[in-house]
């Protein structure tokens, strides 16, 4: 039986190509084919797997291995008290940035999400009918998102595994690409960048999250204590703090921030240069790096916004190693392929 997710890249194969080679593929016997390097690609609970890593000793396939495994064991973050797609909406809404995205990106646009996790992002932006597909390295995370789509009816979520440094799928895709949280645990940041960067159409948008340099200090000193002293002091973590929280919640929560084995911090100039090199523009940042102007956001995230003035900047950003660390010291930038 075909069941609609394996259908979708299917009839939409086109857009697929071979991640280790780049070439087309096709699909016969339930399975997707490279007819160039002959590799075959195969499907889990009608999640295709297009999972592609040198097979060589050099550390980026170790720690793509580590990273694997790691979120195959801990998959993040969990559905825990969602149960359909008013939840994860309420959940959403509940934060501006994501509202705001929601309501600036077209119904009629084309997403990918690299490195989704159990897809709630993917599945949130498809709840008004856009087709969004979810990519990730882990399948168990991606079992996660496609069982809550299947329950909540959620038609436009589309999920697939694969690794952000080999896509499998075609350069100048996409009217939006988004990473989110992921491209700082991989073994070099701007490389996985470069290569999720070529699926943007030109005049297209990517989005990207990071740990920040200064934001993450507070949260790297709680990583310290918490090893020498284990549990005793979770509670100096505001999550870990909660009664409310639910128990699950927090151990995710506390794998992630605190136990992860890969993890790199940036600074908004560093961006900068990764947008030089492969032809984007700046169009804003969250939170705004800014000392001056109104601290809000413009309705629409994809209005361009020129950066503040380099010491601005600078100033800014270390403002943010007390500021920053509520939300684990991370930053967003959207920018605009030329």
Same mark, same amino acid.
């Given at each position: 039986?075909?069941?609609?997710?394996?259908?979708?890249?299917?009839?939409?194969?086109?857009?697929?190509?071979?991640?280790?080679?780049?070439?087309?593929?096709?699909?016969?016997?339930?399975?997707?084919? *490279?007819?160039? *390097?002959?590799?075959?690609?195969?499907?889990?609970?009608?999640?295709?797997?297009?999972?592609?890593?040198?097979?060589?000793?050099?550390?980026?396939?170790?720690?793509?291995?580590?990273?694997?495994?790691?979120?195959?064991?801990?998959?993040?973050?969990?559905?825990?008290?969602?149960?359909?797609?008013?939840?994860?909406?309420?959940?959403?809404?509940?934060?501006?940035?994501?509202?705001?995205?929601?309501?600036?990106?077209?119904?009629?646009?084309?997403?990918?999400? *690299?490195?989704?996790?159990?897809?709630?992002?993917?599945?949130?932006?498809?709840?008004?009918?856009?087709?969004?597909?979810?990519?990730?390295? *882990?399948?168990?995370?991606?079992?996660?998102?496609?069982?809550?789509?299947?329950?909540?009816?959620?038609?436009?979520?589309?999920?697939?595994?694969?690794?952000?440094?080999?896509?499998?799928?075609?350069?100048?895709?996409?009217?939006?690409?988004?990473?989110?949280?992921?491209?700082?645990?991989?073994?070099?940041?701007?490389?996985?960048?470069?290569?999720?960067?070529?699926?943007?159409?030109?005049?297209?948008?990517?989005?990207?999250?990071?740990?920040?340099?200064?934001?993450?200090?507070?949260?790297?000193?709680?990583?310290?204590?918490?090893?020498?002293?284990?549990?005793?002091?979770?509670?100096?973590?505001?999550?870990?703090?909660?009664?409310?929280?639910?128990?699950?919640?927090?151990?995710?929560?506390?794998?992630?921030?605190?136990?992860?084995?890969?993890?790199?911090?940036?600074?908004?100039?560093?961006?900068?240069?990764?947008?030089?090199?492969?032809?984007?523009?700046?169009?804003?940042?969250?939170?705004?790096?800014?000392?001056?102007?109104?601290?809000?956001?413009?309705?629409?995230?994809?209005?361009?916004?020129?950066?503040?003035?380099?010491?601005?900047?600078?100033?800014?950003?270390?403002?943010?190693?007390?500021?920053?660390?509520?939300?684990?010291?991370?930053?967003?930038?959207?920018?605009?392929?030329?």
């Amino acid at each position: 039986m075909i069941v609609e997710n394996s259908r979708f890249f299917q009839e939409n194969v086109d857009l697929l190509c071979c991640p280790k080679c780049q070439k087309d593929i096709t699909f016969k016997d339930n399975v997707f084919i *490279c007819h160039s *390097c002959n590799n075959v690609y195969a499907s889990f609970d009608s999640i295709p797997s297009l999972f592609y890593k040198k097979e060589d000793r050099n550390t980026g396939g170790i720690v793509t291995d580590t990273v694997k495994s790691f979120y195959e064991e801990n998959p993040f973050p969990n559905y825990d008290n969602l149960i359909d797609g008013h939840s994860l909406a309420g959940r959403f809404n509940e934060g501006p940035f994501e509202r705001l995205l929601d309501a600036s990106v077209p119904l009629e646009a084309k997403i990918i999400e *690299c490195g989704c996790g159990t897809g709630q992002l993917t599945n949130f932006l498809s709840l008004r009918g856009r087709s969004v597909i979810g990519t990730d390295i *882990c399948i168990n995370s991606l079992k996660l998102g496609q069982k809550f789509k299947e329950r909540a009816g959620i038609a436009g979520a589309h999920f697939l595994q694969m690794n952000l440094f080999y896509p499998a799928f075609k350069e100048n895709t996409f009217d939006l690409v988004i990473s989110k949280g992921v491209l700082h645990h991989t073994v070099d940041p701007k490389a996985g960048f470069r290569a999720i960067s070529r699926l943007v159409k030109p005049g297209g948008y990517i989005l990207i999250g990071l740990y920040h340099k200064y934001g993450r200090l507070i949260t790297n000193f709680r990583q310290v204590i918490f090893k020498l002293t284990g549990e005793r002091f979770y509670s100096l973590d505001p999550i870990l703090g909660d009664k409310r929280i639910s128990p699950l919640k927090k151990k995710i929560w506390l794998y992630d921030q605190y136990k992860h084995p890969r993890e790199s911090k940036h600074t908004l100039r560093e961006v900068f240069g990764w947008l030089n090199d492969y032809g984007f523009s700046f169009v804003k940042s969250y939170p705004r790096f800014k000392l001056f102007g109104s601290p809000d956001v413009s309705k629409n995230v994809f209005l361009s916004e020129a950066p503040g003035h380099v010491l601005e900047i600078l100033l800014s950003e270390v403002a943010m190693s007390t500021g920053g660390s509520k939300n684990g010291g991370f930053f967003v930038v959207i920018a605009k392929k030329k």
